[in-house]
């Protein structure tokens, strides 16, 4: 039980950095980001409300107890990250690492979050 939690945090706080440092880009650097929304052929409106999803996404994450709203944050985390990894792919610009990173992050955090849940 002891080395799910220890798992579960260290995999969750890595993936939390991650997604921050994606919302600061989203609100920091806004003309790079909308290049490369750009590019992927996305509204470049989404950046701003995309960037405070993902923060909800992280409150979810860490404030919400064994919830739906939660596996919701999962689910969602889940579809970006596979999107982003997909419109990576699409473009050719080999930059998606980074979304195979926090997929395998969230996936890890995900299952030991779920055994230590379920005691």
């Known amino acids: 039980m002891k080395t799910n939690k220890i798992v579960y945090y260290i995999t969750t706080s890595l993936l939390s950095l991650l997604i921050l440092f994606s919302a600061a880009m ?3 650097n806004h003309e790079e ?3 490369m929304f750009t590019s992927f052929g996305y509204p470049t409106y989404i950046i701003y409300p995309y960037a405070i ?4 996404g992280l409150v979810a994450l860490w404030f919400f107890g064994s919830s739906v709203i939660k596996e ?3 689910a969602g985390f889940s579809f970006a990250f596979i999107l982003a990894f997909f419109a990576h792919v699409m473009i050719g610009d080999g930059e998606q ?5 926090a997929m395998v992050l969230l ?10 849940s379920n005691g």
């Open 72 to 74: 919701w944050a999962y």
């Open 26 to 28: 989203y609100f920091f």
């Open 97 to 101: 690492m980074g979304a195979v990173v």
């Open 107 to 116: 996936l890890i955090s995900y299952t030991t979050q779920k055994k230590i």
């Open 53 to 56: 999803v993902k923060l909800l």
């Open 33 to 35: 980001v909308a290049k």
